[in-house]
């Protein structure tokens, strides 16, 4: 029972291989930027993806899609552009021109596909972009309520509001919900909102997959059971102390049984295991992905990610990676780079997966990415519901298209 999808803003592949993990294929891929573009047709070349489920890229820009010849598919999704919602930008959503949320709005609305999945930075949701979250889910929900030519949005989202109160009845069903990765066995504290939508007439409530890994269970792990260190074949006598500002949350654990926490945390650690010290071992040895880079620095609110934590979210940068970012900080406190096999396997891509481009490249890629894992989670639960409509023919779904 096939599922098809059509995924704008495709990026490096993350979110394409969790929808790959969930058994949905892909009609069409396409994503505008160069790179991004040569390490998606590396990794289909070589294999990693099956080629039926990964057609060839369509490089460009996704506003001169034709989305009608994919009108009545099972999913829309993609990452539109976040920076004009990140923590690190310039903050200037709807004022930004690389705001892409319109365009994905817009595919909805010509593609009428019985859902839509888009993903975005934690930032979107910020009490100073609060009008325009509603702005942009009003949107999805009532997709034909249009803007009039150039009626501003708080006229437009005036109207999507009375439109709403007067009890008309949506066009989607749509939720949101921001998730941590590292709830969901990502090594990788990466906070990201999650928008979803099911076509109204297919008559399903989207649920958002449950957490399935805790800080709490991670901190048992480590400090009560010691099962933690043993399973990473740490030494007693390189085990770090109980850092004192836990030790009260720790003592509240001591008598909860395991069985009753989720999984733990994964941590660095547990990640990058198996990969040999890029500083230590000659380059000729290993592949290019795994390269020591030089430069590492720390400075105040930028110290690297503990080696016993998740990692602090990768970041891309506006000029390649940021300083004090995406390092790994030792247990003497000194730190280096992560390496790009390193990032990808914190990312959760198959160490097989190939990054091309420059080193400050494949990091801006994978700072942008999504998690494999996590994308794969979200899609399953997606996939599931469609699947139902797919086996109850009352509910009407449209007949299957195919994107040209």
């Known amino acids: 029972m096939a599922l098809r999808c059509v995924e704008m803003f495709a990026g490096a592949g993350g979110l394409a291989l969790g929808l790959d993990a969930a058994g949905i294929e892909h009609e069409a891929i396409i ?13 289909r ?5 099956p080629i039926c489920d990964w057609p ?32 690190g930008g310039k903050h200037r959503a709807f004022l930004d021109e690389r705001d892409m949320f319109p365009a994905a709005i817009g595919a909805v609305r010509v593609a009428r596909p019985s859902a839509f999945m888009f993903e975005n930075v934690r930032g979107l949701t910020r009490t100073t972009f609060s009008n325009y979250f509603s702005y942009i889910l009003l949107q999805l929900e009532f997709p034909d309520l249009v803007g009039r030519g150039r009626e501003p949005w708080m006229d437009h989202l005036a109207r999507l509001e009375k439109h709403k109160t ?49 800080y709490e269970a991670l901190l048992h792990s480590q400090w009560i059971s010691g099962e933690y260190w043993e399973k990473n074949r740490v030494a007693k006598r390189n085990r770090p102390v109980v850092p ?86 030792r247990s003497d406190g000194s730190v280096r780079y992560f390496t790009v096999r390193e990032s990808a396997r914190i990312q959760t891509f198959p160490d097989d997966y190939v990054f091309v481009g420059s080193w400050t490249e494949s990091m801006r890629q994978l700072g942008n990415a999504v998690p494999v894992d996590l994308a794969a989670c979200v899609a399953k639960a997606i996939s599931a519901k469609l699947r139902m409509s797919k086996r109850s023919p009352a509910n009407g779904r449209a007949e299957k298209t195919k994107v040209h």
Not at 45 to 49: E, I, P, T
Not at 59 to 73: H, L, N
Not at 175 to 202: H, M, N, T, W
Request: hydrophobic share 30%.
């Open 166 to 214: 007067k009890g008309a009845e949506s066009e989607y069903h749509v939720v949101s919900r921001v998730l941590d990765a590292a709830d969901f066995g990502i090594p990788q504290r990466r906070e990201r909102v999650f928008i979803v939508g099911f076509r109204k007439d297919l008559g399903h409530e989207f649920s958002f997959p449950k957490q399935t890994h805790s």
């Open 244 to 329: 004192e500002q836990l030790q009260r949350k720790i003592h509240g654990l001591r008598d909860i049984y395991p069985s009753l926490l989720p999984r733990p945390w994964r941590t660095v650690r547990e990640a990058i295991d198996g990969l040999p010290d890029p500083e230590k071992t000659p380059l000729g040895k290993l592949p290019q992905a795994h390269k020591f880079q030089p430069g590492a620095r720390a400075y105040v609110g930028h110290t690297g990610s503990s080696l016993d934590d998740p990692a602090k979210a990768l970041k891309a940068g506006d000029h390649g990676v940021p300083g004090g970012e995406n390092m790994l900080r």
């Open 31 to 43: 994503e505008w930027d160069q790179d991004a573009c040569n390490t998606l047709r590396e990794n």
């Open 45 to 49: 070349r070589s294999g990693v993806v």
């Open 56 to 87: 060839e890229v369509i490089q460009g820009d996704v506003r001169r899609f034709d989305f009608s010849t994919a009108r009545g598919i099972d999913l829309v999704t993609g990452g539109p552009p976040c920076q004009p919602f990140s923590l």
